[in-house]
C-alpha cells in the first residue's frame, strides 16, 4: 500500500535552491515536494510516498526517512512541526 506523508517544518533560515544538499534532497526515497508555506519562506510542507503493509510500517518508514531529510536540511535547522500521520493513498 502507499501511503503520503505531509509533515510540516521549520528552518532557521530560508532554504537556497543552489546548495547542493537542498537540491539533493530530490534524490531521497518517496520525496515528492517541498514547498513554502509562507512568504517568509522559513516553513515548509515536505511530502513523500511510503510504501507500507500497514499503518504502523509507513510510519516507522517515514520516521526513518525523515531522519535522512532533516540531516540533509542539517545547516538550515530544520525542525518537524507536527508529528508523522501517513494518509492512504
Do not use: C, K, Q, W
Amino acid at each position: 500500500m502507499t501511503y503520503a506523508v505531509r509533515v510540516p517544518l521549520e528552518v532557521r533560515t530560508p532554504l537556497s535552491e543552489s546548495d547542493p544538499d537542498v537540491r539533493s534532497i530530490t534524490r531521497l526515497p518517496g520525496f515528492v515536494r517541498l514547498e513554502a508555506v509562507d512568504r517568509d519562506n522559513v516553513r515548509y510542507e515536505l511530502t513523500l510516498d511510503i510504501e507500507g503493509g500497514s499503518l504502523r510500517d509507513a510510519t516507522d518508514a517515514a520516521e526513518e526517512l525523515l531522519v535522512e531529510y532533516e540531516n540533509a536540511l542539517g545547516a538550515y535547522g530544520p525542525r518537524l512541526l507536527a508529528a508523522v500521520a501517513p494518509e492512504l493513498r
